[in-house]
């Protein structure tokens, strides 16, 4: 079993900034894509950014300049810096990881936490 848990959500005024972090654990032999995904009320879940193992990032266009996303291989922790928050941003936040582990190929998502950005 692999779990994530995000931590770093919660509430900031526009303009402001939070860091999210999601630390993968279990029997894992190796972590290929992390990435950040969100969701807003009414929509669908949407990818925020991503990250490779060896370091690069991807960017949705709304976010990009804005929110940085960085990852810790030998903490199988992945972080989102968002910085220059607009109540757009408001939404559920889940990390996703794909790798190995024990007992083969996995795909998972953390439970979400919530940022929400007052205007």
């Known amino acids: 079993q692999v779990q994530l848990v995000e931590s770093g959500g919660g509430l900031v005024q526009a303009g402001g900034s939070l860091r999210l972090s999601c630390v993968a654990s279990?029997?894992?032999?190796?972590?290929?894509?992390m990435g950040w995904y969100r969701r807003s009320p009414g929509k669908q879940r949407d990818v925020v950014a991503t990250?490779?193992?060896?370091?690069?990032?991807n960017y949705a266009d709304s976010v990009k300049g804005r929110f940085t996303i960085s990852r810790d291989n030998a903490k199988n922790t992945v972080y989102l810096q968002m910085n220059s928050l607009k109540p757009e941003d408001t939404a559920v936040y889940y990390c996703?990881?794909?790798?190995?582990?024990?007992?083969?190929?996995?795909?998972?998502w953390g439970q979400g936490t919530q940022v929400t950005v007052s205007s």
């Open positions: 996703n990881a794909e790798g190995d582990y024990d007992r083969g190929p996995f795909d998972y």
């Open positions: 990250i490779t193992s060896a370091g690069s990032p």
């Open positions: 279990g029997n894992i032999f190796s972590i290929y894509t």
